[in-house]
């Protein structure tokens, strides 16, 4: 109990719960019909869907915790981490899993399309929300899937190549959804984001860390990078890292006009050396600090 599941291959995870294996590089499961299951927390080294209207209480998604009180989807790349702990109790789950190797989609669109598909960066306000079409759409996605394993017909790989494929487009379009709702809250995420700067410079944590990074408030807010920056470009018309430049700049400006040197301020946001905030000061501005320095001098 509480060892973690390392699934190398598409059938490791069937395997382990007792459900049939159909193809080497392929695996469907319908939990309703493989009854009551241990729970696993899985390190996924293939691709995997799950689309459940219940997921167990207290489940591992990325970082965090993800608490389902809805129909939801939820997408592992290779190296990501989902799941609960096996506590040694056990569950019924409904709905469905599909898990699928990486050399199975090498060189198809799905493999091409990778980088657009942002819901594979996971973290726990980002599992798709399905509503009952929804949910009908994918449950027949996986059992056309199903059914061209168990029959094993000619062309069934790429058949379900293109099922896959057409999988992850219904994804995109839910997470597009999903993001245009949570954008609608522009107000909200700008002012969380302000937040979590401040906060950082009040806690002292660029003495440690250096100045903040992306990384850094996109966890803070429960995000991932590539989401969180898809809402702040979405929200603000710039990237998180402009934005965060932009915080740090007129930072600056405050604890130069109150007499602090360069250095001083440099040291005192974060940066390792003065010049990486006189060449980000100049390339934000136009002017370097001291120049800024001599401008309130003459005003």
């Not at 250096?210 to 979405?234: H, I, N, Q, W």
Request: proline share 3%; glycine share 8%; net charge negative.
């Amino acid at each position: 109990m509480n060892e973690m599941l390392i699934i190398n291959t598409a059938n490791d995870y069937a395997s382990d719960i007792g459900a049939p294996a159909y193809h080497q590089h392929v695996s469907v499961v319908h939990f309703d019909e493989v009854g009551k299951i241990r729970h696993s927390l899985n390190r996924f080294n293939v691709y995997a869907f799950f689309v459940q209207r219940n997921f167990p209480s207290d489940l591992a998604y990325g970082a965090g915790r993800y608490a389902a009180d809805e129909d939801a989807l939820l997408a592992y790349a290779p190296g990501q981490v989902g799941g609960k702990a096996d506590d040694g109790s056990v569950e019924q789950y409904h709905g469905w899993a599909l898990l699928f190797d990486p050399e199975f989609v090498y060189g198809t669109e799905f493999e091409r399309n990778i980088d657009h598909y942002h819901f594979f960066s996971y973290n726990t306000n980002e599992a798709l929300r399905l509503t009952e079409e929804e949910l009908a759409t994918i449950g027949h996605i996986m059992t056309s899937i199903r059914q061209e394993l168990k029959e094993g017909k000619p062309h069934a790989d790429r058949i379900i190549q293109d099922y896959i494929l057409l999988l992850s487009d219904f994804c995109n379009r839910f997470y597009d959804r999903q993001f245009q709702r949570d954008t609608a809250s522009r107000d909200n995420i700008l002012a969380r984001f302000q937040e979590v700067l401040h906060q950082y410079y009040r806690q002292g944590k660029q003495h440690a860390k250096g100045v903040p990074t992306v990384k850094y408030c996109a966890e803070e807010l429960c995000m991932s990078a590539s989401y969180f920056g898809d809402v702040v470009r979405k929200t603000l018309g710039e990237s998180p890292i402009h934005y965060i430049r932009g915080f740090i700049i007129e930072r600056a400006k405050m604890l130069i006009a109150s007499g602090k040197t360069v250095a001083e301020t440099a040291y005192g946001l974060g940066f390792e050396y003065p010049q990486h905030l006189t060449r980000i000061f100049k390339k934000e501005t136009g002017i370097t600090p001291s120049g800024y320095l001599a401008s309130l001098k003459t005003d």
